[in-house]
């Protein structure tokens, strides 16, 4: 055992705060006075020795077993010893201390003494903990708090963080009063019947003025002074933190399940993304075949126009021409459907009283119903008008009631019904937000499974026999609905009936009445034009000129938009251009364009396959659809005339 001097020795050597020797075999634990100073030992008695328990007694209880596991390790052949702990000091107040030691053995490699050196490090402690304060400055409020008194001194930013009126001294009652319950107080007053041992710490406040819950951390040091103690310490909000960690633990909790929705949202839209661009492509295919169809049927309709004029009156042979002719008006009506499925239909979107127009063509749908199917009208009175082509809604509607008859094979109610509906960004698939009119037709007939409902809109699908359906019909009205800003769904119960309804953007304005139409006749023949006809197609082309030729006017033919302009400087006084859209080269609207710039009073017809103008086309167009006979085309003439005269 080292002596008495030795001990005095290393400490002055080390500048440690005391020292020790501890004979482990005898449990004697030898030590300087600085040491039992800080243990609240006798002197001449740590000299002497005492049992290590008093070591361990001054050791914060919450360090108590750490050091405890520390020393095991040193008796079960650990050589070095260094760690920091809290030691009670005897008048009250806590210590920080840095305990560094070392074994020794015997010859048996047996532990039998543990020496060492302890330093005060209390105030490197402090010194760290105001660094730490002063580098959380920033929304920090600041405390003051003398043990015994019923007041705490604060600055503005703790009140403010608390919701309470700027002041400079608060009760303590008051500052508690806004924590939570069940928690402890966030300055412990002097009822509190133990001291705090630490100020770390958070805690659940309820703001005092907008009640809001926060959460507030504390920080900062106890300064024992006598029998009492000082609270000095600083709070700041740290919700944002607390909001984190507990949507860090949700998202820990429910990461299975979102990455197995994030999965089937993606599969979803990747079945959504594969149906769009195979509908997209179907319907550039349909209205491409469309447009070549109509250019056909224009071809063989004119053609047998023009030979009716010149056969003999042949009963039996004008009844053949008329059945062509009859079979060229349903291949064009046909090629509607095709053209409003692709969505290249003509339309001319206006407000539409639905209310007016369901029992406008009441009548006409009980005829092609029949009798054992009965039509029931729900129009609220204060509808507002649809935007809409009121021709193109009419057939919809129609087309819509016969599918609706041929579900309840026995007989029975159609209900047509309508409603005001305001929809919010993506309730409805492939409807942005807005008000909106629904108009359905609903059945009660044997309705659809889900595999049949997913293809209801797909062209060319039917359920129904051959020769009785062309799988056209709902996907020409979905492409309505979609093409006036709208949409198509369906609902349907196996043996509970289907809802069809159209979603139409509702209009401010008031509907119009349906006006008389402008024109009736046709151009006065003992007026000749000179017109210019212009298609790349020469069948079209030979046709459309053989029929203004009947009609008696002179025409030039051109089979392209450059041929059509050399035309044109050659005759400046052609009075009519008359011109397919879809051409190589130079478009119908692109040689319309060059034309007037030269001749501002040419009048001008667009014969075109598909429905809408192009886009910045001049008013003073007239838009003739393919296929048109003698009667449309004259009128069409004479409906450019008008207007290149105004």
Not at 301 to 321: A, C, F, G, N, T
Not at 519 to 527: I, Q, S, V, Y
Request: net charge negative.
């Amino acid at each position: 055992m080292p002596s008495s001097n030795e001990i005095r020795s290393l400490i002055a050597a080390t500048g440690a705060s005391g020292t020790w020797d501890w004979d482990v075999p005898t449990d004697t634990l030898r030590a300087d006075g600085h040491f039992a100073e800080l243990y609240g030992i006798d002197p001449d008695q740590a000299l002497r020795g005492v049992p290590s328990r008093t070591f361990f007694q001054a050791i914060h209880a919450d360090d108590r077993a750490r050091i405890k596991i520390a020393v095991a390790g040193i008796l079960a052949g650990a050589e070095l010893f260094s760690k920091e702990f809290r030691v009670a000091a005897p008048d009250g107040s806590i210590l920080w201390m840095h305990a560094r030691g070392q074994s020794h053995r015997d010859e048996a490699d047996n532990v039998v003494r543990f020496s060492g050196v302890l330093v005060d490090v209390t105030e490197r402690k402090r010194t760290e903990e105001r660094l730490w304060i002063a580098q959380t400055a920033g929304g920090v409020g600041t405390f003051e708090y003398i043990d015994g008194f019923a007041t705490a001194m604060v600055s503005e930013e703790f009140c403010r963080l608390l919701g309470l009126h700027p002041t400079s001294s608060l009760p303590i009652q008051t500052i508690n009063g806004v924590v939570q319950q069940g928690q402890p107080q966030l300055i412990p007053d002097g009822r509190s019947t133990t001291t705090p041992e630490s100020l770390e710490g958070v805690f659940g406040i309820v703001r005092n003025d907008d009640g809001a819950c926060r959460w507030i951390a504390r920080r900062g040091e106890i300064l024992r002074e006598g029998s009492g103690h000082r609270l000095i310490g600083v709070i700041y909000d740290v919700t944002s933190a607390k909001q984190q960690e507990a949507e860090l633990r949700r998202l820990n909790d429910t990461l299975e399940a979102r990455v197995q929705e994030e999965l089937e949202t993606r599969r979803h839209a990747e079945d959504a993304l594969r149906q769009a661009q195979k509908m997209e492509a179907v319907g550039q295919l349909t209205g491409g075949v469309a447009h070549d169809f109509n250019n056909l049927l224009m071809a063989i309709s004119s053609s047998l126009i023009l030979l009716k004029k010149r056969v003999p009156e042949d009963p039996q042979l004008y009844r053949m021409i008329d059945n062509a002719l009859q079979g060229t008006q349903r291949g064009a009506a046909l090629t509607q459907r095709m053209l409003a499925f692709a969505r290249r239909q003509d339309l001319v979107p206006e407000p539409v009283n639905i209310s007016v127009l369901v029992e406008g063509i009441k009548g006409l749908l009980e005829h092609t119903l029949g009798p054992s199917w009965a039509i029931q009208l729900e129009f609220p009175h204060d509808l507002p008008a649809v935007v809409a082509d009121a021709n193109q809604l009419e057939m919809a509607i129609l087309n819509l009631s016969v599918n609706a008859r041929d579900a309840m094979t026995d007989g029975g109610v159609i209900r047509i019904t309508a409603e005001q509906k305001s929809v919010r960004d993506g309730e409805i698939p492939d409807l942005g937000a807005g008000n909106y009119l629904r108009v359905s037709v609903i059945d009660s007939g044997a309705g659809m499974d889900l595999a049949t409902l997913e293809r209801a809109t797909e062209p060319f699908f039917t359920t129904k026999g051959i020769g009785k359906g062309t799988g056209l019909g709902l996907s020409m009205i979905d492409g309505l609905a979609k093409q006036l800003h709208g949409t198509f769904t369906l609902t349907s119960i196996l043996g509970s009936g289907t809802t069809a309804s159209l979603w139409l953007p509702a209009s401010d304005e008031e509907a119009a009445s349906p006006a008389a139409p402008s024109l009736t006749g046709t151009h006065d023949p003992a007026c000749p034009l000179k017109i210019i006809a212009v298609d790349d197609d020469a069948l079209i082309l030979m046709n459309t000129v053989d029929l203004l030729v009947d009609l008696g006017h002179e025409v030039f033919e051109a089979s392209s938009g450059e041929t059509a302009l050399e035309l044109l400087r050659e005759h400046p006084d052609v009075d009519l251009l008359i011109t397919d859209q879809a051409m190589p080269h130079m478009t119908g609207t692109q040689l319309v364009e060059q034309a007037v710039k030269n001749n501002a009073a040419l009048a001008v017809v667009l014969a075109t396959g598909y429905g809408e103008l192009p886009h910045g086309s001049g008013a003073k167009i007239v838009k003739l659809g393919k296929p048109f006979d003698q009667e449309e085309l004259a009128k069409a003439v004479s409906r450019a005339l008008q207007l290149s005269r105004n």
